[in-house]
């Protein structure tokens, strides 16, 4: 991805630095690694290759935004964070930057999603990584609730709810599953 299309909703350098500075504290670590590298492959685009500071300084900014990528699955194009080595050359290390903070920017960038397992009209829910592990816990939680001696034969209708086949009418749990996109900085509207 070309600099120009990759930083072209990015503020202006020096006022990134100063709201990064600002808020390094309040913003999630994912975030604060994408700007952070953004700002040294920004911040270096003038400066010659040779020059060992900005490689070492793209390199480690890179390196620590491909290993949190790569442990919690978040990156977000075709450069993955497990190509990312310390003699990887300077253009893929730009390159897995700027496709992470271009897609970070993006309102319409790839976003997590997470399945929410909920039961009744409690008003909590619990996000798991997958549909599977959502049921799983479901079932687990329902059998844990209801009389273990009492056989449950449970399935999951259309709609993501749990059914007992052993209630008469093969009536519901009240335990359902869905999934939902997780909300980014970029997603919301600022007052304005």
Known sequence: MDVRT???????????QQDLVRVMSQIP???RLVRRAALADRGSLDVLETDGKVTQD?????????????????????????SLRPDS??????????????AWRSPAGP???????????????VPCADEATARAFAETRYREDEDPAEPAVLCWDDDGELVDETLS???GTGWTVR?????????????G
């Open 179 to 191: 999934e939902v996109q997780v909300l980014r900085a970029a997603d919301l509207r600022t007052a």
């Open 169 to 171: 009418g093969h009536q």
């Open 6 to 16: 990759a930083y072209s909703t990015a503020p202006g350098l020096f006022e990134e």
């Open 58 to 82: 793209v390199l480690s900014a890179a390196l620590k935004l491909a290993a949190h990528d790569q442990a919690h699955g978040t990156s977000a194009g075709p450069v993955a964070p497990a």
């Open 29 to 31: 670590l994912r975030e």
């Open 89 to 102: 050359p300077l253009g893929v290390l730009r390159a897995y930057i700027r496709q992470e903070y271009a």
């Open 111 to 125: 976003r997590g999603a997470v399945w929410l397992v909920v039961r009744g009209e409690d008003p909590g829910a």
